[in-house]
């Protein structure tokens, strides 16, 4: 099988970050899944995603002080392999893993994903485990001058037969559990290392390798970012999305520099490989970071600014928000069926301008032939923003009296004199079908 084969359009899930940081538990999984399966799955929404520190018996409880726990109380098997802590996912009881919490999120129609971070415990290598195919233990696998200068749990893996025994253990173990989707973190990018010192280049490969013998599909996500733009076609080969940001959060100047790096990575979006923008930050956010919920501080015209971007783009999306207390104007946000469409396996996104006040986009789905394009008011205040037909590059949109189809406000105007023209709102969008006639 080709390894993309399984992801030919940018995957579409919820994951777990954004409202419970590194909290969240079996019962809120479930929850989420049921919303997901009940009002999201038929509009492509199917993964869901367990993120980080979930093999943390204590993770959240000194959040004043720490987010990642150094030396916390954590899960591992006999072959040092971090598996569910029990208080937190209590079908995993019994040497069950994640199993039964697949089972269940694939009972629903949808995919099961879970973070992980690059490399094998510290706790593994301290004890001299026994690593699953190999003939040396985990301390002589673990390379401690390859660490994560934000998370204190691992050590980095050597690039020998033994290291990839472990990756190859680990991904077998995830796939006899179902899972169908692993982020895999301190790997896209390193704060701590640059380029030839960062083992993760050669970890990603190991990652690879081993999802390729371990009989199951699974996309391969990589974080955090930003990426970097000359190991593209490495990304591509290796992974199906990677991170082209740091964290991305509900903050406006997040959001305008967000396409400033879509500019740049326009080139490297095809089948089975997205650059990933980062998740959405809607609705009810961050509840497990200590300072309590709030609701997405983008408005909404920024809302829709972000969500067509990523469309246009063909970015992965990935719900940041608390499902079940979602508001019926974000669902109708994550629900344009005409807007999710841009991400369909033929279309092609390309900037056709960017200024500091202003971006047009195109995207093309080469199947139909059909063409839209978005207008972005990147500047403080109402614009009138326009942009002419001939600029498109499309040989059959030459009429001067083109039919346009708004998808957010699914309203129908036309042309004028050969252009699309439209006061736009600051921070905000109109994206247009333009129908031939």
Not at 124 to 148: K, M, Y
Request: glycine letters at 8%.
């Amino acid at each position: 099988m080709n390894k993309n084969g399984f992801a030919v359009t940018p995957p579409m899930g919820w994951n777990s970050y954004d409202y419970y940081d590194t909290t969240v538990n079996e019962e809120q999984v479930r929850a989420n899944a049921d919303y997901m399966a009940a009002r999201l799955k038929e509009f492509g929404w199917e993964y869901v995603v367990i993120d980080i520190e979930w093999y943390c018996n204590d993770a959240g409880t000194l959040r004043d002080r720490f987010q990642y726990i150094p030396f916390g109380d954590i899960e591992m098997d006999a072959y040092g392999r971090l598996q569910p802590a029990p208080d937190r996912f209590p079908s995993s009881a019994g040497g069950k893993g994640f199993g039964p919490l697949a089972d269940y999120v694939h009972s629903l129609g949808l995919k099961f994903g879970i973070h992980i971070m690059r490399g094998i415990p510290r706790k593994a290598a301290e004890q001299h485990c026994p690593v699953l195919g190999a003939a040396e233990t985990a301390d002589r696998i673990a390379d401690p001058s390859s660490i994560c200068i934000w998370n204190p749990d691992m050590y980095g893996v050597r690039g020998t037969a033994d290291g990839q025994a472990y990756y190859d253990s680990l991904l077998a173990m995830y796939a006899q559990w179902g899972v169908d989707f692993i982020k895999c973190d301190d790997i896209c990018d390193s704060r701590l290392y640059r380029e030839e010192l960062f083992s993760g280049w050669e970890e990603t490969r190991m990652i690879h390798r081993a999802i390729e013998k371990c009989g199951r599909p699974i996309v391969l996500s990589l974080s955090p970012g930003p990426a970097h733009i000359d190991r593209a076609w490495e990304y591509c080969r290796y992974a199906n999305m990677w991170r082209i940001t740091d964290d991305f959060w509900d903050d406006w100047k997040l959001l305008k520099a967000m396409f400033v790096r879509c500019e740049m990575w326009q080139d490297h979006v095809r089948e089975g490989c997205f650059p990933d923008c980062d998740m959405l930050p809607v609705g009810k956010l961050g509840k497990g970071f200590g300072k309590g919920e709030w609701d997405s501080r983008f408005t909404k015209e920024e809302q829709k600014t972000m969500m067509t971007l990523w469309c246009m783009f063909r970015s992965p999306l990935m719900i940041g928000a608390e499902l079940t207390l979602m508001d019926d104007w974000t669902l109708s946000l994550l629900t344009n069926r005409d807007v999710l469409a841009l991400m369909k396996q033929t279309c092609r996104g390309t900037q056709l301008v960017r200024t500091e006040d202003y971006a047009v986009w195109k995207n093309k789905e080469e199947a139909s032939g059909r063409v839209c394009v978005a207008l972005f008011n990147l500047s403080d205040e109402e614009k009138l923003l326009f942009v002419g037909l001939d600029e498109l590059g499309e040989d059959g949109l030459t009429e001067e009296d083109a039919v346009l189809y708004e998808l957010w406000e699914k309203q129908e105007s036309r042309t004028s004199s050969g252009r699309i023209e439209v006061q736009v709102p600051a921070h905000g969008v109109r994206v247009y079908r333009v129908i031939e006639r």
